[in-house]
């Protein structure tokens, strides 16, 4: 790939500091390339700004270093942090040095960026390794010229572009925390404010619509924030065994377990849960638990049960009127738990808000009932969808257009499942040369009926599940389907279930009246309202 070394000069980083300068000697005394890498990257108007061996353990005769790319470099590609680079002295290459790069990354003096690496190994086969297990995760490592060439400013560049052009970062399907997490900040100050306050909440939406990426970046920020010491534990409910007899004792050892190995890692007491039984009933985790939390408050110490999934416990609304008794045990123990315990608290996410707005479950008295704040997901703003597009785009060198932009949030109605499914179909289609990869509205109407075949078929999952657990709403949803003109009607004499359709995006209230939402009627159209 040609480049022009004199477009780099704009806004290129030096560094004199002559502290660092010896570290950087030492680097270079340990892996000599390093030199021939420095002056590659100052060429590209960028600099070599912390060196020093690596901190973790078993990790002996690796270096890693921060690169602080120029202003040109940064532009292009949206970095706003320095990227590390990894120094490893083995010939062959393996996986696990792949895997810590993003330990590495947060043992630095400044946080590097969390998904993008420089690596350089004496490896023959380290690009090909690279490609395999970039291709099997989120994280970008860039290969550094392995021997001296006669332009490494280009194989860097040329390394780097490829690298980041090849990658379709709108193609996530696992949940997103940190830099890769954007919107949802009402939200994120509801359940904060809600968990501040004491309040059980739960967090409710259809699939595939960021619920457990939400609370997953609750967590995050809650245990870094400075002011409280806060254990959050996030239990996904949906690996439960299928044979429900088992459901609430292998929840409450997996509980047990997830506990103890977050009191240990903060150095807290553990006496009460590590003393119960291999099998423990309710009873006895709810007063093991409650011992535990009286002595940890003593130290400031908050502990947050983060329930995922909560779906996979109750079932669909077929079981609700079934015998499963240990499962509204389970929720009064978790009641009387926060009741009890100023420093102790629940949240609950999925698809069903049965658990918080059902009188009865399981044929008894829900102690969730009317008890929790109940939080559904919103729709992202269009502000929120040409954030996602934007800065998700400009890791990756590609451009939105304004109008481009619009009409995808226009398209996906802010559900995030079919807006970044959009993106990374067109993204798929876009050309690795920087200076054609502008998505415009054209580019978009282009690629919307491959698309929606694409996604058809996950799109008919998701209003399934709702059948199964909302069958009232379905219901209704299905009449407005088939007979929209009624929606007025329909609101007036079911004012909850439309309410519901409303707070699950299948539905959209406007200025003149109720719609389907392009999720819902998605099937049966090839344009867009």
């Known amino acids: 790939m040609a480049i022009n070394l004199a477009d780099f000069a704009a806004g290129a980083v030096r560094v004199h500091d002559p502290r660092t300068q010896v570290f950087i000697d030492d680097l270079i005394s340990h892996f000599p390339i390093a030199r021939i890498h420095r002056k590659a990257l100052r060429d590209l108007g960028s600099d070599i700004v912390y060196a020093a061996p690596s901190p973790i353990f078993n990790d002996h005769g690796s270096w890693i270093c921060l690169v602080r790319f120029g202003k040109v470099i940064e532009n292009r590609f949206g970095l706003t942090r320095e990227v590390l680079a990894y120094y490893s002295p083995h010939r062959d290459l393996q996986l696990r040095s792949y895997q810590r790069l993003s330990e590495l990354a947060n043992k630095t003096p400044r946080p590097a960026t969390p998904d993008i690496f420089l690596l350089w190994s004496a490896d023959p086969a380290a690009n090909r390794r690279l490609d395999d297990w970039s291709s099997k995760s989120s994280q970008v490592v860039v290969a550094l010229p392995r021997a001296d060439t006669s ?36 939200s994120l100050r509801q359940l904060t404010e809600h968990l501040t306050a004491g309040r059980v909440s739960g967090v ?7 619920k457990t990426s939400l609370v997953k970046e609750l967590g995050r920020r809650a245990e870094s924030a400075p002011e409280v010491h806060q254990i959050f534990v996030l239990r996904d409910l949906e690996t439960l065994p299928s044979l429900k007899d088992v459901q609430v004792p292998n929840l409450i050892e997996d509980l047990k377990v997830n506990l103890l190995s977050e009191l240990r890692s903060e150095k807290l007491r553990t006496f009460e849960l590590a003393n119960l039984s291999s099998h423990p009933t309710v009873s006895e985790f709810r007063r093991a638990l409650h011992y535990l939390l009286t002595h940890i408050s003593k130290q400031d110490v908050n502990v947050v049960l983060a329930l995922d999934e909560i779906e996979s416990l109750v079932g669909p609304a077929a079981d609700w009127n079934s015998d499963r008794p240990e499962v509204v045990e389970l929720l009064g123990a978790l009641r009387a738990l926060v009741q009890e315990n100023d420093n102790f608290n629940v949240l609950v996410s999925g698809l069903t808000s049965s658990i918080l707005e059902k009188g009865e479950l399981f044929s008894r008295e829900n102690p969730f009932f009317a008890w929790a704040s109940t939080l559904f997901i919103p729709p992202l703003t269009v502000t929120e969808c040409t954030e996602i597009l934007e800065n998700v785009g400009e890791r990756m060198a590609v451009t939105w257009t304004p109008e481009a932009s619009l009409y995808a949030a226009r398209i996906s109605d802010g559900h995030v499942f079919l807006l970044r499914t959009l993106a ?16 415009t509205r054209e580019i978009l109407e282009f690629s919307l009926r491959s698309w929606r075949r694409s996604v058809a078929g996950q799109v008919h999952e998701m209003l399934e599940s709702v059948s199964r657990y909302y069958p009232d709403e379905y219901s209704i ?7 929209p003109t009624e929606a007025q009607e329909l609101e007036d004499e079911y004012p909850s279930i439309i309410n519901h359709l409303l707070h699950l995006g299948l539905i959209i209230e406007t200025s003149s009246g109720i719609r389907l939402s392009t999720l819902t009627d998605f099937g049966r159209r090839s344009g867009v309202r």
Do not use: C, M
Request: proline residues 5%.
């Open 151 to 186: 332009a490494p400013a280009h194989e860097i560049w040329s390394n780097l572009s490829k690298r980041l052009t090849g990658t379709n970062l709108y193609d996530q399907t696992l949940p997103v925390t940190g830099q890769d997490f954007f919107g949802r900040q009402t």
């Open 204 to 210: 409710f939406g259809l699939r595939k619509t960021g």
């Open 424 to 439: 990374a179909h067109i993204v798929e289609g876009l050309p690795r040369d920087l200076a054609k990869r502008t998505v």
């Open 477 to 483: 949803f299905d009449l407005l389907r088939t007979s």
